[in-house]
């Protein structure tokens, strides 16, 4: 077997606040615009967190996607049928190709947003049954394949908000031994009652317009949408003529082993992805052009990252920003929702705006609030962080 | 290095289950229930964790982490390099007490250890704060594939060079209230015992003493008849004693395994599923029962279709297939020599 089996990027497709494709997505990050903002969709007593809700109903997604009024689906699953239907969509990929292709998605939610809607009717009566079989993670990704055909294989990666990120992992694995030459990854999640209402238990929601890397950072906002990249294999997609927007070169995960909900003080986890990514990729620090951080706005992680950032790159700290300020932070799909954005800055040659940062915190980076349009950008670095301390890192690299 | 076939060796496997934890009794002594929801036969704790850890861990992790420990502490392994889990739901007892909470409490009132241990990679994480191991930490949920998955995912994990030792396991719990949920779904059907399972699988590069060795593993969803004969004749060339089949008794299930009489014949088909019941671990049941096997070097009459025992020297097909659509293959294989 070939030892160099590269993996690009052949199709991307995203739906989250700020915009419901790739183009919007692109106009949004260069107009600098947040889509974080009241709640409008989610029905919760906790009106007092601004949310970075994707601006469509159920309805109005099931419409998009040709679903017929009454079928059971979920929030979760229609925003991954949208942002897969662009990604199959922009690499070419008809419904006889997805034989074989492999499907990998990540979420963690899964159909929690009707199972909190419908949990009393699931014990009192047997109206709502169908929504039982659309609670766990495996449904929701087979309803977000199944509506464009039958893949190879399909699996879910439940890591918290690292699931996308370890998603385009295990795909690009899988590539590179062979398994298969095109793994559609990504992730996909909704806000439910359940996880606002988890995240504010643990008091790490902030009021206010979320602010990532700021001294006065307060906690996050919650997002939701979803993203689903096509990696294939490069003479594959050579021979289909398949157009490549980037090349994944390099990848690590690694677990901070602290603590299930906070971050170690020196950000071990995240130090040791993010130099697992750069070795994969056969990168050094300062080859690195851009980082995408996890960062999240609250105090704990944006610390911890900071210092693991500082660990990696020393003086070469590249320019660092975090678009949750404007996304809302999409837990489980956030690592697919950060890639796509890592490849529009790639490709239109620019540097996402860290949104909401005024003040620079004690001890941490001071993140970049310059969109330098028209920069060169090479090989970005993409961080994924979950519960757990479950930590991993992308290299996603410019295509000549 | 990346290598195109590889035999990776299972050092342990432990299992806490409807039959007697963390022990092989039922081999010989299964236990066995007239009631189709039952709970897993629980070990005494203390010897893996404090009394206050404890009180703050729902089952699902307490279970994980027992048989984690112990599948380390007799394969010799500390710190494994990677800690890959699968779980269908989670930590539902607590998914559901927050989940219940909210929905007749209100969204005031809530508690953030229901939530954490909702997240389904609590359990991968707890193994890895627990043994201090920053390698690959990775978990799937893909319903009655998800201990599959992590096994594929261990699997690549080899071949590619990254690690040389994987603690792969998958843990389901079942409250009385979802065990009420999955029937309604068909998730469990009739005629099979709702049940919980932990398993943690420990396997590494190399190893003077070891259960068998994993051959190959294959995830497929919908493949045609043509592919699961290539599939299943690629894995078997070596010949096998036997194949570990899902098959419950429930005609439906059952009716997915019909292939092999065309594929194997005359391979016997064991079934794990009367043993160890059903819920999204089962098939981590099946494959421990599997290695179990190959080290004694017989299958005991409690897994076979006629009651009768086989010796069991050469290998095991496992084969899992889920709601008729999704296929696991991996094979393991007798340890030269043995």
């Known amino acids: 077997m070939s030892q160099d089996r590269s993996v690009l990027i052949t199709g991307c497709g995203i739906v989250s606040a700020i915009g419901l494709d790739c183009g919007q997505v692109l106009d949004s990050l260069l107009s600098v615009r947040t889509g974080v903002g009241p709640l409008r969709y989610l029905k919760t007593e906790h009106t007092e967190f601004p949310v970075g809700e994707v601006k469509l109903s159920d309805e109005e997604m099931e419409r998009m996607m040709g679903i017929a009024p009454g079928t059971p689906t979920t929030r979760t699953a229609l925003m991954g049928m949208i942002a897969l239907h662009e990604a199959l969509g922009q690499a070419g990929l008809s419904r006889d190709d997805l034989r074989e292709c492999g499907f990998v998605n990540g979420t963690t939610v899964g159909g929690m947003d009707r199972s909190e809607q419908y949990y009393l009717d699931f014990i009192e009566n047997d109206s709502r049954n169908a929504y039982i079989s659309t609670h766990d993670c495996g449904s929701c990704s087979e309803m977000i394949a199944d509506r464009f055909g039958r893949f190879r294989m399909i699996t879910t990666i439940s890591t918290a908000c690292s699931s996308a990120a370890n998603a385009i992992e295990m795909a690009a694995d899988m590539i590179r031994l062979g398994e298969a030459d095109i793994v559609v990854a990504g992730g996909s999640e909704c806000i439910t009652k359940f996880h606002l209402n988890g995240f504010n238990s643990l008091m790490i929601l902030d009021h206010s317009q979320c602010r990532p890397f700021d001294a006065e950072r307060a906690g996050l906002n919650l997002g939701e949408g979803a993203a689903f990249v096509v990696l294939e294999e490069a003479s594959h997609a050579a021979v289909r003529k398949a157009k490549a927007l980037a090349r994944l070169s390099g990848y690590g995960n690694a677990c901070d082993a602290f603590h299930q909900t906070a971050s170690s003080p020196d950000g071990e986890g995240a130090y040791l992805a993010m130099s697992k990514a750069l070795k994969t990729a056969g990168l050094k620090p300062a080859d690195i052009d851009y980082v995408n951080a996890h960062g999240t706005g609250t105090p704990n992680n944006d610390e911890s990252e900071s210092q693991a950032m500082m660990r990696v790159f020393g003086k070469d700290l590249p320019p660092v920003s975090s678009t949750k300020g404007m996304t809302g932070h999409t837990t489980s799909a956030s690592g697919a929702i950060e890639t796509v954005i890592c490849i529009l800055a790639l490709r239109n040659g620019f540097l996402p705006v860290n949104y909401g940062f005024s003040n620079p915190m004690e001890n941490g980076i001071i993140p970049n609030m310059d969109l330098n349009r028209g920069c060169r950008l090479r090989h970005v670095l993409c961080n994924s962080f979950g519960f757990g301390g479950n930590d991993s890192s992308l290299v996603i690299s410019a295509v000549e | ?338």
């Open chain 2, 1 to 338: 290095m990346i290598m195109e076939k590889k035999s990776v060796k299972i050092l342990s496997a432990k299992q806490i289950s409807i039959q007697n934890p963390l022990t092989e009794e039922w081999m010989d002594n299964p236990l066995s229930y007239s009631e189709d929801y039952v709970r897993a036969v629980d070990p005494d704790f203390k010897q893996f964790i404090s009394a206050g850890d404890a009180r703050r861990m729902g089952k699902l992790l307490k279970r994980a982490l027992a048989t984690s420990l112990s599948a380390l502490q007799e394969g010799g392994i500390e710190n494994p390099d990677a800690i890959i889990t699968g779980t269908g739901f989670g930590s539902i007892e607590n998914t559901e007490l927050f989940l219940d909470a909210l929905v007749r409490e209100g969204e005031q009132l809530l508690k953030p250890t229901q939530f954490m241990q909702s997240t389904h990679n609590t359990a991968s994480s707890l193994i890895g704060i627990h043994t201090k191991c920053h390698g690959y930490n990775s978990t799937y949920s893909q319903k009655g594939l998800s201990f599959d998955s992590a096994l594929y995912d261990a699997w690549m994990q080899f071949r590619i060079g990254r690690i040389k030792s994987a603690l792969v396991g998958s843990h389901d719990e079942m409250s009385p209230v979802f065990s009420g949920f999955v029937r309604k779904a068909g998730h469990v059907k009739e005629g099979e015992i709702c049940s919980e399972a932990a398993v943690s699988v420990l396997m590494a590069d190399g190893g003077d003493k070891a259960y068998c060795t994993l051959d190959g593993v294959r995830l497929l969803d919908s493949p045609s008849g043509m592919e699961i004969k290539d599939v299943i004749a690629d894995m078997t060339a070596g010949g096998v004693d036997a194949v570990m089949t899902g098959m419950s008794g429930n005609a439906e299930n059952d009716s997915w395994y019909g292939f092999l009489d065309d594929v194997l014949p005359g391979i016997p088909q064991l079934r794990y599923k009367p043993l160890f019941g059903v819920n999204f671990s089962s098939s981590a049941t099946g494959f421990y029962a599997a290695a179990c096997c190959l080290r004694d070097g017989r299958i005991p009459s409690v897994l076979t279709a006629d009651a009768k025992p086989i010796e069991c020297r050469k290998g095991i097909l496992v084969v899992n297939v889920v709601e008729g659509r999704h296929y696991s293959f991996s094979i393991l294989k007798a340890v030269c020599g043995r």
